[in-house]
């Protein structure tokens, strides 16, 4: 993940869980984001509508197969913008594995940062990849939900559904 160039190209998808928005930069993917999602002000005035970009369809295409259940992990260049802590707050979390959990004191270890489990928890809270760098797999050091920039509903049924738990239907609260 790199500092991404400004040039913004964008779709919208329905997903099972609400439309996401999909916005890529001349460097790969730069976010996917819920309809409301926190940290997200929404598309902005200079981005382009470019319901025919490969990246973007690919990005679909690979959603599609993970709600489905054939994709486990996703195979796309990413560039989101963020500081060089949240970048490398977001690379550990892509190292999580589906099905699989983590605290925020564990990221905080594993990059070296002890004590630092409030850090992650904002720079995860600000993560433009939703569901592609997984944020929705880390927890509590109790094992808690606590914070997801999608709602805890998707985060639930998020968690629910790569433990193979039913998660049908699936409907937000209001």
Known sequence: MNQPS???????????????VIARNADGLAGVWFDGQAHFSGIETSWLQAEDDPLLLNTITQLSEWFGGTRRAFELPLAPAGTAFQQSVWREIARVGFGETRSYGEVANALGKAGASRAVGAATGRNPLTI????????????????????????QFLLAFESGRDTRPFALES
Do not use: D, E, Q
Request: some cysteine; aromatic content about 8%; proline content about 5%.
């Open 6 to 20: 400004s040039h913004i190209a964008y779709t919208n998808w329905a997903s099972p869980l609400g439309n996401l």
């Open 132 to 155: 592609i760098v997984p944020c929705h797999r880390l927890m509590g050091a109790s094992g808690a939900l606590t914070g997801y920039a999608g709602g805890l509903a998707r985060k």
